[in-house]
């Protein structure tokens, strides 16, 4: 398969772009950018599809949204879904910690990668002569990925400019902030305690987005410490009350990092959903 770095911005309508490197290498993109900035991502193309359109998938990783973690901890499920014929685009963003990153510049990045479908993904896959079916796109997000994921989806009305997001996989997903107490990781992404700024943690949660065209499919480990299933069961039961279309699976005896595993039974449910 073969992995190119592309990168996107910036946060607003634009989705401009440029690819930068190819089969994993890298290299410094321009764009008015500073040294080390998060706005790229790793789109990854499969040898060979079975079907004349290939599937389209957006991964969103977690990690409190904080630089402790990046883009990497997806690189196996990435690998792995484009093994199995799917165009993969695996997203960066700045994160707590980085310059830029912190609420709403890093929901709003998550935006623009998703836009950057209609950019820099689109430029790449016409150069490569991959054709890939843009009216049912997949959008998996871990953890405080899954919040962006959903988050990001839901400000698009889950359709970019010629792409349609048909299905957003909420992977043990934060969904929403307004319960359970502040999270230290929330607080940090927030800039001050939900007591500061009630609305503020209401508009960045998924749980009170408007409804989207598209299902929101919660899977959720059951054994997960990190985050509680009962916060996906929530967002579920709720869903229909919104108007929202969205399903729960729930996965007995695997905990929250299972996910990243592509030999786990929560990414064979993902697979599943995805229909891969």
């Known amino acids: 398969m073969r992995r190119t770095r592309l990168v996107y911005g910036p946060t607003d309508d634009a989705t401009g772009g440029a690819a930068i490197?190819?089969?994993?290498?890298?290299?410094?993109?321009s764009c008015g950018r500073v040294p080390g900035d998060s706005r790229f991502g790793h789109l990854y193309l499969p040898e060979q599809t079975a079907a004349a359109r290939a599937p389209l998938v957006v991964l969103v990783h977690g990690g409190y949204w904080s630089t402790d973690y990046s883009l990497v901890v997806y690189t196996a499920i990435a690998r792995d879904l484009a093994a199995r014929g799917a165009v993969v685009w695996n997203v960066e963003y700045r994160r707590v910690g980085?310059?830029?990153?912190?609420w709403p510049t890093t929901g709003r990045d998550v935006v623009a990668a998703l836009r950057a479908l209609d950019g820099?993904?689109?430029?790449?896959l016409a150069l490569r002569d991959v054709t890939v079916d843009r009216t049912r796109v997949s959008v998996i997000g871990h953890s405080a990925g899954g919040q962006l994921a959903v988050w990001a989806a839901?400000?698009?009305?889950?359709?970019?400019?010629?792409?349609?997001?048909?299905?957003?996989?909420?992977?043990?997903a934060v969904l929403d902030f307004t319960v359970g107490g502040d999270r230290?990781?929330?607080?940090?992404?927030?800039?001050?305690?939900?007591?500061?700024?009630?609305?503020?943690?209401?508009?960045?949660?998924?749980?009170?987005?408007?409804p989207f065209?598209?299902?929101v499919a919660a899977i959720h480990t059951v054994d997960d410490e990190s985050v509680p299933v009962e916060m996906s069961r929530r967002y579920v039961r709720d869903a229909a009350r919104r108007g929202q279309r969205?399903?729960?699976?729930?996965?007995?005896?695997?905990?929250?990092?299972?996910?990243?595993?592509?030999?786990?039974?929560?990414?064979r449910q993902t697979l599943r959903v995805l229909g891969l």
Do not use: K, W
């Open 21 to 29: 490197g190819g089969n994993g290498s890298g290299g410094n993109g």
């Open 120 to 124: 820099p993904v689109a430029d790449e």
């Open 154 to 172: 839901a400000q698009l009305g889950a359709r970019t400019r010629g792409c349609v997001i048909d299905t957003v996989v909420a992977q043990s």
């Open 98 to 102: 980085e310059t830029g990153g912190g």
């Open 184 to 210: 230290p990781s929330v607080v940090a992404l927030m800039g001050a305690p939900s007591a500061a700024m009630p609305a503020r943690y209401e508009q960045a949660s998924p749980a009170h987005q408007e």
């Open 246 to 267: 969205a399903a729960l699976y729930e996965v007995p005896g695997e905990g929250h990092s299972a996910f990243v595993d592509p030999r786990s039974a929560a990414h």
């Open 213 to 215: 065209d598209a299902l």
